[in-house]
């Protein structure tokens, strides 16, 4: 059986905060992963997550804003890492 392949792991601070990007490459595409990546993507700031974007079994790609959770529409990585430091940079600059 082929072995999920890891594209990124990454984990840095971030003012004040830890942020931890892990991107996975599956053997196959699923109905639960049919761009055939699995990701989380997370800014931590006192202990609670900020932003964070994944596409966790039975919830497809979606993000968290602070409380708020909404439907992403995923297209590639570069994408996603896009929207995701936006994301990032804008909560912390309000």
Known sequence: MEKAKKL???RQT???GLIEMVIWELPERSIHWPHGLKYRLVYVR???RVVGYDNERGKGDHKHLGAREEPYRFTDVRSLLRHFWADVRSIDND
């Open 8 to 10: 990124l792991h990454r």
């Open 14 to 16: 971030y003012r004040g």
């Open 46 to 48: 006192d202990r609670a």
